[in-house]
């Protein structure tokens, strides 16, 4: 199947991108680092092509109560610039004092596109009302100071301001501020070979858009405060033993505050001179973000639904894992493998589905899915030769993951729909809400990853090939079953109505492969010269339903060093 079926129409499905980086010591106390980028591109989803007429009465039945826009190629053109810079003082009077600002701006216009147009031919397009267009504006300005005080003491103080603008199509802009600092203590105890760390936290999230105005106000905020200490200890000069604890507090507006405190322990023992044994545990507490609990919007047929009773999720994770060196000639490396645990108790989901049809007939929604485990394995290897070997190099990187991600409740009730009057509709649990619930696995989750990257040198040429590998997506929501009879239908009655199809291309791809290539000339010193090729075998796969991966990508790419 040949991408987008040509939705391009006269422009060119390609991207520029021109970067730069300069960093100098200055007078030998003041660091300063300056870099940028520049970029274009056509990205390879087209826009949507117009609705069409739709009767009156069938508009009323979809909700569609604001007319759909139509975009062009050139709407859907990126652009972005980013500008950085990092300044860093060394006092000449007081010795170990370091103070300076960071810094970084960026202006980006881009698009988010919700939904294909359809599984075969319309891939590589938007769905009408599903494509959204962005103007934003970011910047953040980073003050710090650190003072080594020579004694094994060592205070630092960093500081952020972050604000952001959002312009969004459809009335969905948004723009906010996050204020954060946090101070850290650490001393050394060279005698007895112990580390302390303690700090304290503090941020201030603000943000003001319509789309959150579900909580009473389209003014929100989220304040965050924490304190932590950590201890490394080493015995024997084999055994490292790491813990610590952290006590967080998070507000939203004038809700309740809440606390909670967070652990965490490890263990490193070298076993034998290239052996390493290892294990960990740690616990994990996710608070709620103003737009999982408030957001409230729509496009078209889909929507997108608030959950103010949205609660925090804890979580608990174990791994235990084997590193061993090795050296194979003059080949120099690594072999890791690792077992985990991880247990969620009101697991967070982004989730799919029929939530209030009197405002959206389908939609997201964050919701609390009940208590989850995801366990599996993981084993990477990675191995060189030297680099002072100018002739000849070979770079390998390997990894396997398994996960086997499973619901814990699959029959709790987490959420009621309602119905088309408005009125309570059904009990939605994991098992009713799951295309294919054999094995309680998770949705939208792949049990098997592969990636592989191999590069060869020999002498000004470099060669490069890399491969990913996912194995099916085994559960998605029946909401999409849903939604696609119902276009099905609909579609019968009025042909210029688009389908939305997602049930074949999701039953019938069981997996995926895709590999990259790249080729480099070194023409000198300064100058190199590349072709990269990305998806070479140019593979339709996604890795979210609805939502196509880039299809095959070729760049030049030159770099300059002076």
């Known amino acids: 199947m040949h991408p987008a079926q040509d939705w391009y129409d006269g422009a060119i499905p390609g991207f520029m991108n021109l970067s730069f980086l300069h960093s100098e010591v200055i007078n030998k106390n003041l660091d300063f680092v300056i870099g940028g980028n520049f970029n274009l591109d056509q990205g390879y989803i087209g826009p949507a092509p117009p609705m069409g007429y739709l009767p009156p009465d069938l508009k009323k039945s979809l909700l569609l109560t604001d007319s759909i826009p139509t975009f062009t190629n050139q709407d859907m053109l990126k652009e972005r610039a980013r500008l950085n810079f990092g300044l860093r003082y060394h006092s000449k009077k007081v010795s170990g004092l370091s103070y300076g600002i960071n810094g970084n701006g960026m202006v980006n216009k881009t698009n988010m596109v919700l939904a ?247 939609g997201f929604k964050f919701v609390n899915t009940g208590d989850s485990r995801v366990s599996g394995a993981d084993i990477s ?21 398994y996960v086997d991600p499973v619901s814990l409740t699959p029959n709790r009730v987490y959420a009621v729909t309602k119905n088309l009057q408005g009125g309570i509709g059904d009990s939605v649990t994991y098992k009713n809400s799951s295309l294919n619930p054999a094995g309680n696995v998770l949705k939208y989750r792949f049990k098997n990853m592969v990636k592989l990257d191999v590069e060869t040198r020999i002498h000004k040429f470099g060669v490069g090939v890399s491969y990913r590998y996912y194995s099916k997506m085994q559960n998605i929501d029946t909401a999409f079953a849903q939604i696609e009879s119902l276009t099905k239908t609909i579609n019968t009655a009025y042909p210029q109505f688009q389908t939305i199809d997602i049930l074949n291309y999701w039953e019938t791809h069981k997996s995926f492969s895709v590999f990259d290539a790249r080729v480099s000339y070194k023409l000198t010193s300064k100058h190199k010269l590349s072709i990269v090729c990305n998806n070479v075998f140019n593979v339709a796969y996604f890795l979210r339903p609805l939502k196509i991966e880039p299809p095959r990508t070729t760049a030049i790419q030159y770099v300059y060093s002076f």
């Not at 994990?284 to 999720?313: C, H």
């Not at 990675?382 to 993951?401: D, H, I, R, S």
Request: net charge negative; aromatic share 14%; hydrophobic share 35%.
């Open 116 to 362: 294909w147009l359809s599984d075969s031919t319309g891939l590589y397009r938007g769905y009408p009302g599903a494509v959204f267009l962005e103007k934003q504006t970011f910047f953040n300005l980073d003050p710090f100071i650190k003072y080594d005080a020579g004694n094994g003491v060592t205070h630092s103080l960093v500081t952020r301001v972050f604000h952001t603008d959002d312009e969004i199509t459809n009335n969905q802009s948004t723009n906010g501020t996050l204020y954060y600092a946090e101070y850290q203590l650490q001393k050394k105890y060279e005698d007895i070979s112990l580390n302390f760390t303690g700090g304290l936290v503090g941020s201030l999230s603000t943000t003001h858009a319509q789309l959150y105005d579900s909580s009473g106000s389209p003014n929100n905020k989220v304040t965050n405060v924490a304190e932590y200490v950590q201890i490394d200890k080493k015995f024997w000069d084999v055994l490292n033993i790491s813990g610590g604890v952290r006590y967080e507090y998070f507000q939203t507006n004038n809700l309740e505050g809440v606390t909670h405190p967070i652990a965490r322990a490890g263990a490193n023992l070298q076993i034998l001179r290239a052996t390493w044994l290892r294990a960990s545990y740690g616990d994990g507490y996710r608070y709620p973000t103003i737009t999982e609990r408030y957001i409230s919007t729509k496009a078209g047929l889909f929507g997108v639904f608030p959950n103010p009773g949205l609660q925090p999720e804890t979580s608990q994770n174990f791994e235990m894992g084997l590193k061993q060196g090795f050296k194979i000639g003059n080949c120099m490396g690594y072999l890791d493998a690792a077992a985990f645990q991880q247990n969620y108790h009101n697991t967070i989901e982004y989730l799919f589905g029929v939530w209030d049809p009197t405002v959206s007939l389908v």
């Open 381 to 401: 290897m990675a191995c060189a030769t030297p680099e002072t070997n100018k002739n000849f190099g070979v770079t390998v990187l390997a990894g396997y993951t």
